[in-house]
């Protein structure tokens, strides 16, 4: 794993701007991009629309994205479905077409099958090259609560009432948040060939901490990404507060090679 500590949010955002920009002008036009909703990706994707916007970003022409999860239960076109934000916040400003960014289907007569559904589909498009992650404040990965298999696909999951209070935000009140979601599994999300997690604020610092410091354990879903051969964790100083190795991380990544990228 890399954990990059930056000074705040907005590094953050450059940084990880530069990611996704950078993977999308190598693959020319056969990108997957994975993509994350939450507040903590706003600022990158904010950042990767003002880029295209003045000219200096790349073409997104051909580029397909897959989000990591849904809610289910929300009336078709509701605003919070994650297909609607991720449309909203990104991909319509980017000009990438509503047909070339998929999610897990929420209908409510084929459940039973979305998971399954879902992983096929991005079988068949190669899988993810760079996955934007956000952490939850209790380690959830996606919607991979505590508990979660470490090894699991895309599948219906129940949210735990820290996740829906954390949520709530963006409804009305808590009881407006739905209880059940598709989310890609642990397993799932080991499978993108590059993981992009990003962490700002004071709150996610013990999540943090224990993800990529403490055990692996399926009670920090997020510590399933010691497993993964490519990892880069991008962290304002507050989330990157409880990080003993903070140091460390500062020193190995002043002191990297321009050519190795990130
Ligand atoms: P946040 O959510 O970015 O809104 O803090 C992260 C998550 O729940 O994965």
Not at 77 to 89: C, F, K, Q, V
Request: aromatic share 4%.
């Amino acid at each position: 794993m890399e954990i990059v500590p930056l000074a705040d949010a907005e590094q953050v955002a450059r940084l990880a701007a530069d990611v996704v920009e950078g993977l999308v002008r190598a693959r020319r036009g056969s990108a997957v991009l994975g993509l994350a909703t939450g507040s903590t990706p706003l600022p990158t994707y904010r950042e990767l629309i003002r880029r295209h916007r003045a000219g200096s970003g790349p073409s997104y022409d051909g580029v397909r994205c897959f989000t990591l999860d849904e809610y289910v239960g929300l009336p078709a076109g509701h605003p919070e479905s994650y297909r609607a934000t991720i449309a909203r916040e990104l991909t319509d400003p980017l000009g990438i077409p509503a047909d070339r960014v998929h999610g897990p289907s929420p209908d409510p007569d084929q459940l039973a099958t979305a998971g399954e559904r879902y992983e096929e589909a991005l079988r068949a498009a190669g899988g993810v090259d760079v996955q934007i992650l956000g952490i939850g404040t209790d380690g959830h990965l996606a919607f991979n609560e505590p508990g979660s298999s470490l090894a699991s696909l895309t599948r219906l999951k129940t949210l735990t009432e820290e996740t829906r209070r954390d949520n709530a935000r963006f409804f009305g009140s808590v009881a407006e948040v739905p209880r059940h979601v598709l989310t890609q599994g642990l397993g799932t999300i080991l499978r993108a060939r590059h993981l992009l997690l990003l962490a700002t604020g004071a709150a996610k610092a013990a999540a943090l901490a224990a993800a990529v410091e403490g055990p692996l354990s399926a009670s920090c879903p997020a510590s399933v990404l010691q497993l993964h051969p490519h990892v880069t964790v991008l962290a304002d100083g507050s989330a990157a507060a409880g990080l003993a190795r903070r140091d460390h991380y500062r020193e190995v990544y002043a002191a990297k090679p321009a050519w190795q990228g990130l």
